[in-house]
């Protein structure tokens, strides 16, 4: 099973919804500029706005790559102004090594105007209704392959 790694980022109001996506843009990237930089900031409208109907409060923006996989959450109103819960730390590994991808919460009555919106600007960065983890297909995937024995390979 591979590794999970959570952040919590502090959003409205002890910063903007803008300022919190480029927060995170900033660790997802490290700090670094280039094409992912480039990628994650010309979606920025459209995940701002996510943020500011905090949908990613209580649902992770997950983002997968070649290593472990990133969730984040942004905490709002007094916890976000105290910062009760946040941890906005650096990672130790690159989450946008290899083929990496992203998906955002979106609520329900939103999401076909934001996966359009996302697709002009990147197919790396998707949405998903918050009500959908994100994590059950792989989990059981996983888990799956985690526990298959070739008995006769075992034994023999």
């Given at each position: ?117 996302l697709a002009r ?36």
């Open positions: 099973m591979s590794s999970v790694v959570a952040r919590c980022f502090a959003s409205v109001p002890a910063r903007s919804s803008d300022a919190t996506w480029t927060a995170i843009v900033e660790m997802l990237t490290r700090g670094q500029s280039g094409t992912d930089r480039d990628e994650l900031l010309a979606v920025i409208g459209t995940a701002s706005s996510l943020i500011a109907d905090q949908a990613p409060k209580d649902a992770a923006i997950i983002v997968t790559c070649e290593g472990p996989r990133t969730r984040i959450r942004c905490i709002y109103d007094e916890n976000a102004v105290s910062g009760s819960g946040v941890n906005e730390s650096a990672l130790g590994f690159d989450p946008l090594a290899g083929e990496w991808a992203m998906s955002l919460p979106c609520p329900a009555e939103d999401l076909s105007w934001v996966q359009a919106s600007h990147s197919a790396r960065v998707t949405a998903r209704d918050l009500s959908d983890t994100g994590e059950a297909k792989n989990e059981a995937t996983t888990a799956g392959a985690a526990f298959e024995i070739d008995a006769k390979g075992f034994f023999g």
